[in-house]
């Protein structure tokens, strides 16, 4: 549940920090002082999109903070999702699970959890396991029937058949679209096997290494100006060697010249030495002239041919859009399209099978949720009525009805809608179209009531769901709060005076002005000061000490409410 909320630069909110309790929570106060602000602020720890102008002028972001405690089951889930984005936070039972979000002037958001940033996806995750926010803009999700199939599921606990059956699903598409592939492939088999055939050929022709590449091109590079090279060549060997006056006979003589005298001078000792390497170097300068003018030897038509290959290489290079070093990969790759298109029949034939057994598997656990939804949908409805009756709409009747579809989807092949009607003698028909505004915030109180005890989120939320609706009704509506309250944590945002009464933290939410600006402050009450904001709520802008008395009445009734109800809620 939450334990402790602050919330710092959003729209009229400068500074707010509010310690909630483990049962019911109430905010009140005029209308535009910035109670659903609050409610907006939790929407951002959820994972609601940020916007720029939620940030109060002269502040630099808007910011959410949130302490959460934890029951076992929940931080296990969290720390799943945590792990999968990458975190390993330690969840401590003492501090609970801390939650960060902020909002920029330039509508750029920053979300942390447990210290650790995580994106909006992550947080929406996280946050659908903390709070659940319901509001008179969420009639939508009455009048959406897409939605009417979460709601019977969750109630029939349909979660892990759920779960397998959207496994098996994304199973079988998958098959499905590698077999569609497949067949769209088959049938423009024969002029794509002539294209490979003709493109593994030609990689085969050349040769694909890349330091042979390397080898080539230089040795055309050489090709390219042998004559002159071997003109080079030749004159070189000549010069060290061969002429009558060449540098190797030379430095003979002054070799032996220079030992004549070794012993006369140690300085020609030293020249004998160098011009002992010398000679050596001239000899074998010669030697490597010499092989270097056999190697320019170029055979008839040699240099036509290795250019002829080089280009060969490049023109592949360039056509299948890779370097050299990786046309081996692609001669690869295109050799095992090739295995697969030649047996293209048994592949298909072993995926279509493969793709039947999917498909069929599929339908089975569709199946299951077929008949678990409907031997749950009586008890459903049944559910939701007697809430109903609670709230003063005693003769209203839902029906859950349920529609196969062809093929399965990844819930399974049911189409599910609410019927229903508020007076007896009237058809049923679809919830969307026939009940009014008050009639939809109470379906969606007895809905949250009749899965309250499902629900595995601690926090509820609701904002203005009592639109439409006062006296007797408002008085039932605050019962069936305060019995949420005694298995969940429940904020409450209400004008209605007879659903504050039953509060275990009430807080009054009001404007004032400092230093020219207007700001919100939410103050917690006591006995006194709650019975004073009843009777306002009562009574209107004048307190009388009528408003007084009925406030006092509304809330010892609430207390005997409580005092019968059993006991307090365990803290989840």
């Known amino acids: 549940?939450?334990?402790?909320?602050?919330?710092?630069?959003?729209?009229?909110?400068?500074?707010?920090?509010?310690?909630?309790?483990?049962?019911?929570?109430?905010?009140?106060?005029?209308?535009?002082?910035?109670?659903?602000?609050?409610?907006?602020?939790?929407?951002?720890?959820?994972?609601?999109?940020?916007?720029?102008?939620?940030?109060?002028?002269?502040?630099?972001?808007?910011?959410?903070?949130?302490?959460?405690?934890?029951?076992?089951?929940?931080?296990?889930?969290?720390?799943?999702?945590?792990?999968?984005?990458?975190?390993?936070?330690?969840l401590d039972d003492d501090e609970g699970l801390l939650v960060h979000r902020a909002v920029t002037k330039s509508g750029r958001s920053r979300a942390a959890i447990a210290g650790g940033l995580v994106t909006q996806a992550v947080l929406a995750e996280v946050g659908e396991e903390l709070v659940d926010i319901c509001s008179q803009h969420e009639h939508h999700f009455l009048t959406h029937a897409a939605r009417h199939l979460e709601v019977l599921d969750a109630w029939a606990k349909l979660g892990p058949v759920l779960e397998e059956h959207r496994r098996r699903h994304g199973a079988w598409q998958a098959s499905q679209r590698a077999l569609l592939e497949l067949q769209q492939r088959a049938a423009e088999r024969e002029r794509h096997l002539d294209y490979l055939r003709f493109a593994v050929d030609e990689l085969e022709a050349v040769e694909l290494d890349a330091e042979a590449y390397e080898a080539?091109?230089?040795?055309?590079?050489?090709?390219?100006?042998?004559?002159?090279?071997?003109?080079?060549?030749?004159?070189?060997?000549e010069a060290l060697y061969d002429a009558d006056d060449a540098i190797a006979s030379r430095l003979a003589n002054l070799l032996d010249r220079a030992k004549g005298g070794r012993d006369d001078s140690q300085q020609l000792g030293t020249i004998e030495e160098q011009l002992a390497v010398a000679q050596l170097a001239c000899e074998e300068a010669a030697r490597a002239a010499a092989r270097f003018a056999d190697e320019l030897e170029v055979e008839p038509g040699e240099l036509e041919a290795a250019d002829d290959r080089l280009h060969a290489i490049e023109r592949l290079r360039r056509k299948h859009g890779v370097e050299v070093a990786e046309l081996a990969d692609k001669l690869a790759q295109m050799r095992l399209e090739l295995e697969q298109l030649e047996h293209a029949d048994e592949h298909l034939r072993a995926l279509t099978e493969r793709t039947g057994e999917l498909y069929a598997r599929c339908r089975e656990t569709a199946a299951q949720l077929h008949d678990a939804?409907?031997?749950?949908?009586?008890?459903?409805?049944?559910?939701?009525?007697?809430?109903?009756?609670?709230?003063?709409?005693?003769?209203?009747?839902?029906q859950v009805h349920i529609e196969r579809t062809d093929e399965p989807g990844p819930d399974g092949d049911d189409r599910v809608e609410f019927l229903f009607t508020a007076n007896p003698g009237e058809p049923l028909a679809p919830l969307r179209r026939v009940a009014s505004g008050g009639e939809l915030s109470r379906v969606l109180l007895a809905l949250k009531g009749a899965l309250a005890a499902e629900d595995r989120i601690a926090t509820y939320v609701f904002d203005e769901v009592d639109a439409g609706?006062?006296?007797?009704?408002?008085?039932?509506?605050?019962?069936?709060?305060?019995?949420?309250?005694?298995?969940?944590?429940?904020?409450?945002?209400?004008?209605?005076?007879?659903?504050?009464?039953?509060?275990?933290?009430?807080?009054?939410?009001?404007?004032?002005?400092?230093?020219?600006?207007?700001?919100?402050?939410?103050?917690?009450?006591?006995?006194?000061?709650?019975?004073?904001?009843?009777?306002?709520m009562l009574g209107g802008a004048r307190v009388t000490q009528s408003a007084r008395d009925h406030a006092a009445e509304l809330l010892a009734s609430a207390r005997q409410a409580r005092r019968g109800g059993g006991p307090r809620r365990a803290r989840r």
């Open 1 to 90: 549940m939450l334990l402790h909320l602050r919330i710092r630069g959003l729209a009229l909110l400068e500074d707010v920090a509010l310690d909630l309790v483990g049962g019911l929570n109430v905010l009140t106060g005029e209308t535009g002082a910035g109670k659903s602000i609050i409610v907006g602020a939790l929407s951002l720890l959820r994972g609601a999109r940020g916007r720029a102008e939620l940030v109060r002028e002269g502040s630099e972001s808007a910011e959410v903070d949130g302490q959460f405690e934890l029951a076992a089951d929940s931080r296990e889930r969290i720390a799943a999702v945590l792990a999968r984005a990458g975190l390993a936070p330690t």
């Open 216 to 237: 080539l091109r230089r040795r055309v590079a050489l090709l390219r100006n042998a004559q002159r090279w071997a003109e080079f060549a030749r004159e070189a060997h």
């Open 373 to 398: 939804r409907t031997r749950a949908a009586a008890g459903l409805a049944t559910a939701v009525e007697a809430e109903l009756g609670a709230l003063h709409i005693p003769k209203a009747r839902l």
């Open 469 to 536: 609706v006062g006296g007797a009704v408002a008085e039932a509506i605050g019962r069936r709060l305060q019995r949420a309250a005694a298995h969940h944590q429940v904020l409450c945002v209400t004008h209605l005076p007879q659903i504050a009464a039953f509060a275990d933290a009430h807080f009054r939410v009001g404007k004032l002005q400092r230093k020219g600006r207007t700001i919100t402050e939410v103050q917690r009450l006591e006995d006194d000061e709650r019975r004073e904001e009843i009777a306002r």
